[in-house]
């Protein structure tokens, strides 16, 4: 799950509205902070620990959603990293 994150992490650092601005800036800044150092990735080896993270980026998610007006490109991000967001969480309940 751990590759999971780090192609999560690379997409959400590429994840723009078409302003240029960073679109999900909690989960951006989570993920660096925890993949900063080996004691944070350790910390991941606690599966509540891995699925509370991933509710947040969910919740952080809705609020997006939220925000992006149908059919736009922003909304199609919040789709596409929902779907990124399920498949982790499919693979954490397995």
Not at 7 to 35: C, E, S, T, Y
Not at 68 to 76: D, L, Q, R, T, Y
């Amino acid at each position: 799950m751990i590759d999971e994150l780090a192609r999560l992490h690379f997409w959400i650092d590429q994840a723009n509205d078409v302003a240029g601005q960073r679109m999900f800036l909690d989960a951006w800044q989570k993920l660096n902070i925890l993949f900063s150092s080996k004691l944070k990735v350790n910390e991941l080896k606690d599966s509540r620990t891995y699925k509370e993270m991933i509710q947040t980026f969910f919740n952080e998610l809705h609020v997006v959603k939220g925000k992006a007006v149908p059919n736009s490109h922003e909304f199609k991000m919040v789709d596409e990293y929902f779907t990124k967001l399920r498949a982790i969480e499919n693979g954490l309940n397995n």
